[in-house]
């Protein structure tokens, strides 16, 4: 299985800006997926989760009612919608898939599949 990341890129504070990941190689509608991110100096951290249908959807604290997860099973892709963007947005931006269901969604250790990152700088 592999997960490829695009999208990111430099913009201003209040900005939008949509990530994808392209998921290959597994049945993609079997997958569940998240959004983790890490910023300079600190650790990865959760951001969104999708399940495998895409009929429950959870987010971080942080980036509740800005944020969208969502998935095309047809382009087995998913993406992340970022609205209102902040200067503390600032990170590395990762997808994560895995064939299994948990409760620990948020943990990125349960996560079996990994994309390469991009990078979201966001000025103010």
């Known amino acids: 299985v592999q997960l490829q990341a695009s999208g990111g890129g430099l913009v201003q504070a209040g900005d939008s800006l949509t990530l994808s990941c392209v998921i290959s190689?597994?049945?993609?509608?079997?997958?569940?997926a998240g959004w983790f991110r890490q910023a300079p100096g600190l650790e990865r951290e959760f951001v969104a989760y999708?399940?495998?249908?895409?009929?429950?959807?959870n987010y971080a604290d942080s980036v509740k009612g800005r944020f969208t997860i969502s998935r095309d099973n047809a382009k087995t892709t998913v993406y992340l919608q970022m609205n209102n963007l902040r200067p503390e947005d600032t990170a590395v931006y990762y997808c994560a898939a895995d064939r299994s269901y948990s409760t620990r969604y948020y943990l990125s250790a349960r996560y079996d599949y990994w994309g390469q990152g991009t990078l979201v700088t966001v000025s103010s």
């Open positions: 999708a399940s495998a249908d895409g009929g429950s959807r």
């Open positions: 190689g597994g049945t993609f509608s079997s997958y569940v």
